[in-house]
Each structure stands twice: as structure tokens, then as C-alpha cells.
């Protein structure tokens, strides 16, 4: 069975920072990549970020600069750093575990319960 579990979301002002947490259960976790998602009110979910099991990372391009996704697999937890939020970061954001096929991460279904995040201005 895998569970994930996110943590660390919660208010912040424009400019401010918050960092993720995604605990994870199951010997899975080393072997695959992870991904975080995001879902706004109204909007599609979308990858926010993504590591490959060899920490190769991508990132979606309102994101890029200010995010960093990373992985602890001795802590089965991966981790983003959020700087120089903006409100248009508002949104449930979700962990998932996955794979790279043909360079592109493919989520499996497995999703945590979400955090909620919200930017103010």
C-alpha cells in the first residue's frame, strides 16, 4: 500500500515562503520519481515540479527560479521550497509518486490528501 502525506502549507504574504513536505511509505520510494501538483479553484491540476530516482529535476515556467523541488530517500520525503510566492501560487498542492517515460514524468495514482496554499497580496 502506498500512502502519502503532505505537510507545511499554509498562508503566506506575496514575497514570503513556505516549504513542502511528502512523506511517503513503501520501499517504492527510491526507485521512482515524484512529482508535485497544484489545483486552483476553477483550474485543471498541473505539474508543478518533478524528480527523477537520479534527482534529475524539471519545473513548470511560473515556477522557474522560485521553486525547488528535492528528495531525502534515507526519509522516504520530498521536499519544495516555495520563494517569492505569488497569489497566483494559491492552490491545493498535492505530491504524487511516479515515472519518467520518454522524459516525461508520468503520475501513477497514488496522491496525497493535498495542503492548502494561499499567497496574499
Known amino acids: 500500500q502506498v500512502q502519502l502525506v503532505e505537510s507545511g502549507g499554509g498562508l503566506a504574504q506575496a514575497g514570503g515562503s513556505l516549504r513542502l513536505s511528502c512523506a511517503a511509505s513503501?520501499?517504492?520510494?527510491?526507485?521512482?520519481?515524484m512529482g508535485w501538483y497544484r489545483q486552483a479553484p476553477g483550474k485543471e491540476r498541473e505539474l508543478v515540479a518533478a524528480?527523477?530516482?537520479?534527482?534529475?529535476?524539471e519545473y513548470v515556467d511560473s515556477v522557474k527560479g522560485r521553486f525547488t523541488i528535492s528528495r531525502d530517500n534515507a526519509k522516504n520525503t520530498v521536499y519544495l521550497q516555495m520563494n517569492s510566492l505569488k497569489p497566483e501560487d494559491t492552490a491545493v498542492y498535492y505530491c504524487?509518486?511516479?515515472?519518467?517515460?520518454?522524459?516525461?514524468?508520468?503520475?501513477?495514482?497514488?496522491w496525497g490528501q493535498g495542503t492548502q496554499v494561499t499567497v496574499s497580496s
Open positions: 524528480i527523477s530516482s537520479g534527482r534529475s529535476t
Open positions: 504524487n509518486v511516479g515515472q519518467y517515460i520518454a522524459n516525461s514524468y508520468t503520475p501513477s495514482r497514488y
Open positions: 513503501g520501499r517504492f520510494f527510491g526507485a521512482n520519481a
